[in-house]
């Protein structure tokens, strides 16, 4: 409960509780507060489920941008399958290509050693024949020249073949480096393009699966209680943080800028009083005339007051919101506004207070 006297946290309260967001996933999701907040020292991670319902609420705020960023990345990914499979067409081609030279290569070459064999056993039968051509008695020197010019025909005819020989495996050779390039190619566009068409399918069921924001904000909602369970264990005033000159536990931080930014966007002012000491409470509740500070119920006050100990305000879970420097009535376009949007930033009001939000409405 709260009152309407306590709407702006004590200056000296607030100069102490500036903190800087250093827990790693509320860091992240708030950079945009290291203008509203002083450096300070690095503060322990929080409480699991305060850093689920950071989450949850990141989630929530940022759903639509994150939807426009799958979506972008959809299309991109898209236009390189497209891409990547005019390049798995252009290697299959340049590779088939290359099977049709290597075997064009391989026949050469076979032919080719062909005729070097053949030319080989020529020019042996020639030097034969010109043995025993000059060995015959009587000498017949006609066909000794005969025999002879055999002999060097043959020999330059040994010789092209060599030569061409060694031509047909060195084209062989280089066909077979082509054809294993280019098999390497189409290896690797097609791998290329199965991530793509892989990271596609994935990208399409994130945007399918998205859950909305509600879901996020309705799922936030549920472990709410147990935020102010667990903070209440923990709590120290170094856990909150100064957004827009108010001060409020790190973990609604975030969900609490978006929601004066959004705010203000729509034309609507507001700020208010978030955290305030134990010892303040003990003053309020002497203000308002409760009957006992400790066991009297908040609504014995004359203005509802929460026993010490037991109000969100000691937790930084709860604003008194303002807009224009005034405490929102019913009527205030401030709080018709904040009835519209304000649960989708984690913010629930309390009914017999228009001014008083929290994460419980309690």
Not at 47 to 73: C, F
Not at 265 to 291: D, M, V
Not at 308 to 319: D, F, I, K, Q, T
């Amino acid at each position: 409960m709260t009152t309407r006297q306590e709407l702006r946290p004590d200056p000296r309260i607030r100069s102490r509780a500036r903190r800087a967001l250093t827990a790693p996933l509320v860091a992240a999701l708030a950079v945009g507060l290291a203008a509203t907040a002083n450096p300070v020292p690095v503060q322990a991670a929080p409480p699991a489920v305060g850093a689920e319902w950071t989450s949850l609420m990141y989630r929530s705020l940022t759903r639509q941008k994150t939807l426009a960023t799958l979506r972008e990345s959809l299309v991109v990914q898209q236009t390189a399958v497209v891409t990547r499979t005019a390049e798995v067409t252009k290697a299959t081609a340049a590779s088939a290509t290359a099977q049709t030279r290597l075997t064009t290569a391989t026949t050469a070459a076979a032919t080719a050693r062909t005729r070097l064999a053949t030319a080989h056993t020529a020019l042996t039968t020639a030097q034969q024949n010109h043995s025993k051509a000059t060995k015959k008695r009587p000498v017949n020197k006609a066909a000794i020249t005969k025999a002879k010019n055999a002999v060097t025909a043959a020999t330059k005819t040994l010789t092209l073949r060599r030569t061409q020989s060694q031509q047909a495996v060195s084209a062989l050779t280089t066909a077979q480096t082509t054809a294993r390039t280019a098999a390497t190619a189409v290896t690797t566009a097609t791998t290329a393009r199965d991530w793509v068409v892989s990271a596609v399918a994935v990208t399409q069921n994130r945007i399918a699966t998205l859950p909305t924001a509600g879901a996020y904000a309705d799922k936030a909602a549920t472990v709410s209680k147990d935020v102010v369970n667990q903070t209440r264990t923990s709590f120290a005033v170094t856990d909150t943080v100064t957004v827009y000159g108010t001060t409020v536990h790190y973990t609604v931080s975030y969900a609490f800028r978006r929601l004066v930014d959004d705010a203000k966007a729509n034309g609507i002012a507001i700020s208010g009083g978030g955290f305030r000491t134990r010892e303040r409470q003990i003053e309020l509740r002497k203000i308002n005339g409760c009957p006992d500070v400790w066991t009297a119920p908040s609504t014995s006050c004359r203005v509802p007051t929460a026993i010490p100990g037991r109000s969100l305000h000691e937790l930084g879970l709860a604003v008194d919101i303002t807009s224009g420097g005034k405490s929102l009535t019913r009527t205030s376009p401030a709080f018709k506004w904040l009835v519209l949007h304000a649960k989708a930033y984690g913010f629930v009001n309390l009914p017999s207070e228009p001014w008083h939000w929290s994460i419980t409405g309690s």
